[in-house]
């Protein structure tokens, strides 16, 4: 079995932190969450989550997380224009460099002030950001490795408070900054000549965004900027130079027209070169944006005002097409047209703080994040519709479970919701609303069936066809339900309560009570079935473990002690073991025919480590407080995955009792029990310092009446780092886990892309094509397999004769036939071969069939791929084999009647 398992994506939230799910205020939900960004194309959003960053891209809608991560949660990221440098702050102000394309990260640094925003200058030569009250500019490091790869170039000064914003020139020789105060400042990026810089001061409250606007072309003069208070109001300042008289003023209208001309009779068919024409005049002007300032003077020529009775909390600007979009604290946000200001779009998303907006180059989407709600939504104005709308679930995420195929995962959450994953994509594709509390567990009774038990005191069924409840279980007395399981016939069901102890049962078709199980004097935590009898094994918080045969009930239920309370159970995949996990941190393994205990597992050692932050002791005194919550065996039964209270999660292999390889799943210092030693500056006289400084923050909460300071009485509490929940996908090839940051999905198909092991010299692409020359298929065949390069394998099989396919597939090594599977599968979607590939299939099944139905596990994601690749053919063809079918009876109609007529 193989351990080398990676991250390969964070479901369960899309933007934003945990920490504003546990906090009303709207100060601390508008801290919460970075800033979201395009790329260069404007079909791939970059989205921070805690201390990580989704990549999604909107065309093949999917999502992927970089494996990069940030030592707390993400404040402001920036992106090269040429999408090869993303710079990644976090709120401890340390910084990221990282190669995008290849999530590798580059150089790191830690500034001394606040940095709240960043942005990249057009070049890609320079980055600024805000330094406090100040900005700085930097060099933008290159792709290399070097000693000091950050080199300050200049710290501009001149604002009276915070910076907020930051806006480039188009050709980088020119930076605005907005302020706190109300003001807006422009410097130059270079020394220039004779030039002070300029404060535009004409707002009452913090200026949100300033922007320029687009130069025309010929003219490389700043003219007007755009300026967004938080009051809901827009200046429009113009800039008129005093170089500038009316004969040049004139000069540059006919250069227009003559320029016109020239283009129209161009097009038109004349033999002058308009292209020639106009790079002459490009070159003539050689002169930045910065050399004009310095005889330039700004002055207000329009204002004005959104009529929104919120504040404004996030702007963006397309300078191409003139449009601005608007974020207000409503949850509401606007598309207007500059410089007319008409407004050409108004819709409310939410009833949450809008932190961030974005819009793509082209103009069409347009991107918002609110972290109080965890909500990404992606709005194409033009067609009016909902390109991407993810949320997570409020409060946090509680249970999940696979389904049979292992294609889609279900999540239980605090909000009483159950939302359904596509593993593939990473995207929440259903969300199901039926019960009024915390979903405790949840399973699937069959691929169309999920079965979820709540604290409201029901256990509802819900049919994924429809997406709705269908059955609801209720119990003569109300009670709380903290655990279910369905059998794997998917007849039973069973739940396990809080308080009065029992487990009850049900038919899942009738929704008739069964039976009452009782004898356990604690709360039920784990139910678990036999996978292939009826056995049921319960745990308790009374430290018993039973074993209860629901078909025959014949005897008191067999018992199995241990010396603490036991949280968590599962049998291995062939029934003929379970292992249970107690609050002492030790996994017992027992014979379940006869009651055994076989060996025990202490893991106590391995899942101890972090101190939290309100800890008065060390992290190696607190072990004690560290267990195993949830416990699963491997696809093949050989390993175990444990997870608990604690930031590992372990894989331990079962005959030799050892720790194969341990997970952190999180190094987010912004989280509660990540590290194991604190750092003695932090800790004061009365405790924990918190050291985030909520004077760098807009509060936007409104103020109690009475009260003195805007304090809306809500308090924050650090999210601990812990594991709920841990799962095997049925492939073997995957495993998840339930977080306070989300579901966490590591995989194994990221992998190399060819095996190194076996290759020679002999192995080359040139072999293949001798060998299939001089007929050798079968070793063509396996070499290509071993380079692994999708052409070369499709030659191969396409040049194979149609009766050798039996001689070459018999040649093919078990350690080849995963890979083979899945170049048929791939092939056989889009080929017009369609007899042929079916007869690889066909082989492929007869000689290799026996062995894979042994190793269903490693095999299984090949087999499903296969499998539907055929099954849209066999679609495709039923429905051209009706249309002929009733074209034939028609016309065989229509022959009688012919016939019936002439007669």
């Known amino acids: 079995m193989k351990f080398n398992y990676k991250l390969h994506r964070l479901c369960g939230s899309s933007y934003g932190t945990p920490d504003a799910l546990n906090s009303l205020s709207p100060s601390t939900s508008r801290r919460a969450g970075g800033n979201i960004i395009y790329t260069s194309s404007g079909n791939v959003l970059l989205s921070p989550v805690s201390n990580r960053i989704q990549v999604i891209d909107l065309l093949t809608h999917t999502v992927r997380t970089l494996s990069c991560e940030s030592r707390s949660n993400v404040k402001t990221i920036a992106l090269s224009p040429d999408d090869r440098l993303l710079l990644i702050i976090d709120e401890e102000n340390h910084a990221m460099l990282v190669n995008f394309h290849r999530s590798v990260v580059l150089h790191r640094f830690t500034f001394k002030k606040n940095v709240t925003v960043c942005e990249f200058s057009p070049c890609s030569l ?4 805000s330094y406090g009250k100040h900005v700085q500019v930097w060099h933008a490091p290159g792709l290399r490795r070097e000693f000091a790869p950050f080199v300050l170039h200049r710290t501009y000064t001149g604002l ?40 535009l001061s004409s707002h009452k409250t913090s200026v949100v965004g300033a922007y320029f606007e687009k130069i025309s072309s010929g003219d490389g003069r700043i003219r007007k900027v755009y300026t967004i208070s938080s009051d809901g109001a827009i200046a429009a300042w113009t800039c008129s130079y005093s ?24 097009f038109g068919g004349s033999n002058d070169d308009f292209f020639s024409s106009k790079n002459d005049g490009k070159a003539a002007t050689e002169k930045s944006q910065a050399d004009y300032l310095p005889k330039g003077t700004w002055q207000v020529t329009s204002r004005h005002y959104f009529h929104q009775d919120t504040d404004v909390t996030a702007t963006s600007f397309s300078s191409s097409h003139n449009l601005l979009i608007v974020g207000f604290a409503s949850g509401l946000f606007g598309l207007y047209e500059l410089p007319s200001m008409s407004n050409i779009h108004t819709l409310s998303l939410s009833n949450q703080v809008i932190k961030t907006v974005a819009i793509n180059d082209t103009g069409e989407w347009l991107a918002f994040g609110c972290p109080s709600s965890q909500q990404l939504l992606v709005w194409e104005w033009r067609s009016e519709t909902y ?32 939302k359904l994953w596509n593993t593939s994509s990473g995207f929440c594709y259903c969300t199901l609303k ?9 399973a699937f009774a069959n691929s169309s069936v999920i079965m979820s038990s709540s604290l409201d005191g029901t256990v509802r069924a819900h049919d994924l066809h429809r997406y709705r409840n269908f059955k609801t279980y209720t119990t003569p007395s109300p009670c709380q339900f903290s655990t279910l399981a369905v059998d794997p016939a998917g007849e039973v069901l069973v739940a396990g309560t809080m308080d009065p102890f029992h487990i009850y049962t049900w038919n899942v078709q009738s929704g008739k009570l069964l039976d009452i199980l009782t004898g356990h004097v604690g709360p039920i935590s784990s139910l678990s079935f036999h996978p292939t009898r009826g056995t049921l094994c319960s745990a308790s918080w009374d430290g018993n473990v039973k074993m209860w045969d629901l078909y025959k009930r014949e005897g008191e239920p067999e018992n199995m002690k241990h010396a603490q309370d036991v949280v968590c159970c599962a049998f291995r995949p062939d029934g003929a073991q379970v292992c249970t996990g107690t609050i002492g941190g030790l996994l017992s393994i027992w014979d379940v025919d006869n009651g055994k205990l076989l060996f025990e597992i202490d893991g106590k050692r391995d899942i101890a480590g972090g101190r939290k932050i309100n800890d008065r002791m060390t992290s190696d005194n607190n072990a004690a407080s560290r267990y195993f919550t949830s416990v699963c065996y491997s696809a093949d039964g050989s390993c175990i995955l444990a997870g608990g209270n604690s930031k590992y999660i372990c894989i331990y292999e079962v005959s030799q009792q050892i720790l194969v390889k341990k997970f952190q799943i999180s190094f987010n210092r912004s989280l509660d029990g990540v590290l194991d030693e604190l750092n003695s500056k932090s800790l004061a006289d009365g405790g924990p310092v918190d050291d985030i400084d909520s004077a760098d923050e807009a509060d936007f909460s409104a103020n109690i009446p009475g009260a003195k300071r805007g304090d809306d009485g809500s308090r924050k509490s650090r999210v601990e780092v812990m594991t709920s929940q841990v799962a095997f996908s049925s492939t073997g090839r995957e495993w998840a886990a339930v977080s306070n940051e989300g579901l966490h999905i590591y995989s194994l198909d990221d992998d190399m892309i060819f095996d190194p092991i076996t290759l020679t010299e002999e192995i ?5 094509q001798s060998n299939l020359l001089a007929g050798n298929h079968s070793v063509a065949l396996l070499i290509s397999l071993h380079l692994n390069e999708f052409t070369l394998v499709k030659q191969v099989l396409e040049e194979t004769p149609y009766n050798s396919i039996p001689h070459v597939v018999k040649t093919v090594g078990q350690e080849h036939l995963d890979r083979l599977l899945q170049y048929v599968a791939k092939i056989m979607s889009d080929s017009p071969h369609l007899e042929f590939y079916t007869q690889w299939c066909l082989e492929l099944l007869q000689c290799h069939g026996t062995y894979m139905e042994k190793h269903r596990s490693v095999y299984m994601r090949a087999f499903r791929a296969m499998h539907r690749s055929i099954q849209i053919h066999h679609n495709e063809l039923r429905k051209v084999c009706d249309e002929n079918k009733y074209m034939l009876h028609v016309m065989e109609d229509q022959s009688q009647l012919v016939l019936d007529r002439s007669a």
């Open 126 to 129: 320079y980055f600024a950001v």
């Open 160 to 199: 009276g408070d915070a910076v907020i914003s930051i806006q480039w020139g188009s050709d980088s020789s020119v930076i605005m900054a907005s302020s706190r105060n109300g003001t807006a400042r422009i410097w130059t990026t270079h020394g220039v000549d004779n030039y002070i810089p300029v404060t």
């Open 243 to 266: 170089d500038e008289s009316d004969d040049d003023i004139n000069k540059k209208k006919n250069d227009f027209f003559e320029a016109s001309n020239a283009a129209v009779s161009f």
């Open 387 to 418: 390109i991407i709308k993810q949320r997570g679930h409020a409060y946090g995420m509680r249970c999940m479970a696979y389904s049979p195929d292992g294609v889609v995962v279900a999540t239980g959450g605090e909000d009483g919701s159950i």
């Open 434 to 442: 039926s019960h009024t509390a915390p979903v405790t567990a949840c």
């Open 764 to 768: 080359t692409p040139g072999a293949v």
